[in-house]
C-alpha cells in the first residue's frame, strides 16, 4: 500500500463506452458494471511529476457496491473498497 491507499489488483475489460469502467475481474471472478454511481479525478504531485488518479464507486449486476480506482498513466486499476448497502464501508 502506498500514498493513494491501493487495493488489490483488478483486471479491466477493455470499454468501448470511454473512461467508463464495464466489467472487471477481481480475484479470480467477473463482475459486470451495472451504474457508475459516483466519479472523481485526483491529481497527486510527486518527484516523478504529477499523477491523477480516477475512482469510481460502483453497483455491479450482482449487486456488489465498491470502489475502483485507476491510475490513468500506467492504466492500472485497484479495488479501493467493497462497500456495505447501506452506506458504510466493509
Not at 26 to 51: F, I, L, P
Amino acid at each position: 500500500m502506498n500514498a493513494f491507499g491501493f487495493g488489490e489488483l483488478v483486471r479491466m475489460a477493455p470499454s468501448a463506452r470511454g473512461i467508463l469502467p464495464i466489467e472487471f475481474t477481481w480475484r479470480g471472478r467477473r463482475h459486470r458494471v451495472q451504474r457508475v454511481e459516483s466519479y472523481r479525478v485526483e491529481n497527486r504531485r510527486r518527484r516523478t511529476g504529477v499523477v491523477q488518479r480516477r475512482f469510481y464507486h460502483l453497483r455491479t449486476v450482482s449487486g456488489m457496491r465498491c470502489l475502483l480506482s485507476q491510475d490513468v498513466a500506467r492504466d492500472i486499476w485497484h479495488l479501493e473498497h467493497v462497500l456495505v448497502s447501506q452506506g458504510g464501508e466493509r
